[in-house]
């Protein structure tokens, strides 16, 4: 689907990131010590520093951070941000949508309606377009986007296909309506007969049967054993339901055939070309998936940074703030044009023209400090065992 946007413009892009970092040569162990082994990696797949999270934070805390940042830097009346969205692959709760949690803690008013978005890499792309449809038809004149993950939590370390690859972190995004800005475009595809090539399993046994888990003891205990039984895998390690599942043949495939089309489709759409393109801002799958896509798609290594994904980790639906945060802003001149892609689950390419200008906030990419009321796992279950008691 081809749209086009003629009254939504980026007004600032913020980010922040766990301050744990780990760095390939520290995981040595798991490649029988053998740094030449290492070496070729980091030269060939980019493997370096990621970014991941401590127990217990969730992608609502990097999300409110984030937009807190942008709010403070920007300066902005939070009472005139009309609406939010909040992408995210891992809500704090199945209901109420986890926006609602992030619109008291950020102070927003009552008249700005708030929604989650179930969306993973192409995540930041989706929000962009939703937001801009808000703003076209007049009804928003301010929309804050929050996208955040945390795909290392729950990642085996031992699993070398993933663990590697994954980082943490969150972004917030402010979108405003103008009558002199730079035209949007976008390309939305989706191929939904590999949904099942990036999939977390269990969240289909918890949806379908947890009441029924919950209040028949002998069926808990017969699906928990199911669960928590030790699959051999063909790369060496065990897993188990609860782990994601990645498909990494039929994902690499749909990328290089799906990805590159699309760009070039949405590029041709906008009436431009690669010369007045000045990045590539492609999601930081890996560094040869983002240099073979971005060749595909007719540009020259210069222009397709695989900065992020080297020092940060692939940090899915937060991957091309990153970029734009780090290589974009240290490159930065009067309206530069960027082409940005996501791709993934689903799956899904969503591609996108945007124009940021030099007046765009850019947050240097920001550690996360728990904030004074941050609540532990322990505690929230203390919490609600008091509450459902009636204390």
Same mark, same amino acid.
């Given at each position: 689907m081809l749209n086009k946007f003629e009254?939504?413009?980026?007004?600032?892009?913020?980010?922040?990131?766990?301050?744990? @970092?780990?760095?390939?040569?520290?995981?040595?162990?798991?490649? @029988?010590?053998?740094?030449?082994?290492?070496?070729?990696?980091?030269?060939?797949?980019?493997?370096?520093? #990621? #970014?991941?999270?401590?127990?217990?934070?969730?992608?609502?805390?990097y999300g409110i951070a984030a937009a807190e940042k942008l709010i403070e830097d920007m300066e902005l009346d939070r009472s005139s941000i009309d609406a939010l969205i909040n992408v995210t692959q891992k809500p704090n709760w199945q209901a109420p949508a986890t926006a609602f949690y992030i619109h008291k803690k950020l102070g927003l008013s009552k008249d700005s309606p708030a929604y989650d978005m179930n969306q993973g890499c192409p995540g930041w792309v989706y929000g962009l377009w939703n937001a801009a449809q808000m703003l076209e038809s007049g009804t928003c004149k301010r929309v804050l986007l929050i996208a955040a993950d945390t795909p290392s939590i729950g990642t085996n370390i031992k699993d070398r296909i993933s663990a590697p690859v994954f980082g943490d972190g969150g972004c917030a995004t402010l979108l405003e309506y103008s009558d002199n800005c730079e035209k949007f475009f976008f390309n939305m595809e989706t191929f939904s007969n590999g949904y099942e090539a990036i999939i977390t399993p269990s969240t289909f046994v918890s949806q379908r049967c947890h009441f029924d888990l919950l209040h028949k003891e002998e069926d808990f205990e017969m699906v928990l054993d199911m669960l928590k039984n030790r699959i051999q895998t063909p790369f060496g390690h065990t897993a188990t339901i609860f782990d994601g599942y990645l498909d990494g043949i039929a994902v690499f495939d749909f990328t290089m055939e799906r990805v590159p089309p699309n760009i070039r489709a949405v590029m041709e759409f906008a009436g431009v070309n690669e010369a007045d393109i000045a990045y590539l801002c492609l999601h930081q799958a890996n560094k040869q998936i983002i240099q073979t896509v971005g060749i595909s798609a007719g540009f020259p290594e210069e222009k397709i940074p695989y900065y992020a994904f080297e020092n940060y980790g692939n940090n899915t639906m937060v991957s091309i703030p990153t970029t734009i945060n780090t290589v974009v802003k240290e490159n930065r001149t009067d309206k530069m044009k960027l082409v940005c892609s996501g791709y993934g689950n689903g799956l899904a390419v969503a591609s996108c023209v945007i124009t940021i200008c030099d007046d765009v906030y850019l947050s240097d990419i920001n550690d996360y400090e728990k904030p004074a009321d941050f609540i532990t796992r322990e505690e929230y279950i203390q919490y609600w065992t008091k509450k459902l008691k009636g204390e």
């Open positions: 009254h939504a413009k980026i007004s600032g892009i913020s980010v922040v990131v766990p301050r744990k @970092e780990i760095c390939i040569y520290d995981e040595a162990e798991y490649y @029988e010590n053998n740094v030449k082994k290492i070496d070729r990696m980091r030269k060939m797949v980019g493997f370096y520093k #990621r #970014r991941v999270s401590e127990d217990g934070v969730t992608p609502a805390d």
